[in-house]
């Protein structure tokens, strides 16, 4: 078995760019769409029902996201329908807790920096949105 040094130049892929070509780190702008796109997927996949849109903040120190347009599951739906709204805050609230780590990950992949702190909060009554709040080391 020999070492990927062994190859000739001639078959070592080449990078795309100009030798030149400065890589910047990504836009404060870049990382908040990120952020919102992750946030948004990881809610979708988790909950099977999504949100219209998703905001990021990235401040210093810390990340908020909010997903405006909540989308309910038709359970969920039937609970706020009967007055159950309050039960449908709770289980989200721990449900968010729950997967607190997934959420994490994303912000951390987008900031580069460490999580060290979540809340998150939903609000049933329209409209319907959830804060995600993340301290950053």
Do not use: C, W
Request: glycine share 10%.
């Amino acid at each position: 078995m020999g070492n990927v040094t062994d190859r000739p130049p001639e078959s070592e892929p080449r990078d795309p760019g100009e030798p030149g070509d400065r890589r910047e780190p990504p836009s404060a702008g870049e990382v908040s769409d990120q952020i919102a796109r992750e946030i948004l997927k990881i809610h979708e996949e988790s909950y099977g029902k999504g949100a219209g849109k998703a905001h990021a903040l990235v401040g210093d120190g810390f990340v908020v996201v909010l997903l405006d347009d909540v989308e309910l599951l038709p359970n969920e739906q039937f609970l706020v329908e009967n007055g159950e709204s309050d039960t449908v805050t709770e289980v989200r609230g721990r449900y968010q807790q729950a997967i607190q780590s997934t959420f994490s990950a994303a912000i951390e992949r987008a900031t580069g920096r460490r999580v060290v702190g979540f809340a998150s909060s939903t609000n049933i009554d329209e409209p319907r949105f959830v804060a995600e709040i993340f301290k950053l080391e």
